[in-house]
T-cell receptor, first 115, second 113 residues
Framework: NAGVMQNPRHLVRRRGQEARLRCSPMKGHSHVYWYRQLPEEGLKFMVYLQKENIIDESGMPKERFSAEFPKEGPSILRIQQVVRGDSAAYFC?????????????FGPGTRLTVL | AQTVTQSQPEMSVQEAETVTLSCTYDTSESDYYLFWYKQPPSRQMILVIRQEAYKQQNATENRFSVNFQKAAKSFSLKISDSQLGDAAMYFCASNTGGFKTIFGAGTRLFVKA
């Protein structure tokens, strides 16, 4: 059973460009979570999605950031007009429909560098 | 609101010795879960151990064990017989209702040979 997959692993963008980060949850998992980790900090929750629905986006910046989890295909975290402060590691996690332990399984992360 | 606090930015332990990493949390929920994650230089988040709040017995996983003090809202991680491969960032985290997980700021563990 493949784990959570994220791509790309590393992404370099210039200021003003768009960044698209992809996450494929574990097989059988229908819940996806995105987290951001700034250098030397812990992970900060951004958004929680189920298929075709955003459940909680309380951690998402109000502008330039959006997320989706379509019926088919991976979840996408999209950052428009990136700025240097967006440089961070972005982690995706997934969980099954009703996990008994509430454990979220993490992907390897995408490291975004904004030049 | 949930909060998780790790008051030790760095800790150091001699190989084969025991070290304890501290964590306190705050939540108004009665049903919640607590976790310790390890993040090596590869940055992969690896679950070390988890504890259900309704269970009084402390969780153990081989060399890793926790001291869960529910009334004090304390959740420390003990690593016994420390190995060089244990060197990493360790994050304490809490989760309620299967939604967002709240992480502490982390403790960097150094293991001396």
């Amino acid at each position: 059973n493949a784990g959570v997959m994220q791509n790309p692993r590393h992404l370099v963008r210039r200021r003003g460009q768009e960044a698209r980060l992809r996450c494929s949850p574990m097989k059988g998992h229908s819940h996806v979570y995105w987290y951001r980790q700034l250098p030397e900090e812990g992970l900060k929750f951004m958004v929680y999605l189920q298929k075709e629905n955003i459940i909680d986006e309380s951690g998402m910046p109000k502008e330039r950031f959006s997320a989706e989890f379509p019926k088919e295909g991976p979840s996408i975290l999209r950052i428009q007009q990136v700025v240097r402060g967006d440089s961070a590691a972005y982690f995706c996690a997934s969980s099954p429909i009703r996990g008994s332990s509430n454990e979220q399984f993490f992907g390897p992360g995408t490291r975004l560098t904004v030049l | 609101a949930q909060t998780v606090t790790q008051s030790q930015p760095e800790m150091s332990v001699q190989e084969a010795e025991t070290v304890t990493l501290s964590c306190t949390y705050d939540t108004s929920e009665s049903d919640y879960y607590l976790f310790w994650y390890k993040q090596p230089p590869s940055r992969q988040m690896i679950l070390v151990i988890r504890q259900e709040a309704y269970k009084q017995q402390n969780a153990t996983e081989n060399r890793f064990s926790v001291n869960f003090q529910k009334a004090a809202k304390s959740f420390s991680l003990k690593i016994s017989d420390s190995q060089l491969g244990d060197a990493a960032m360790y994050f304490c985290a809490s989760n309620t209702g299967g939604f967002k997980t709240i992480f502490g700021a982390g403790t960097r563990l150094f293991v001396k040979a």
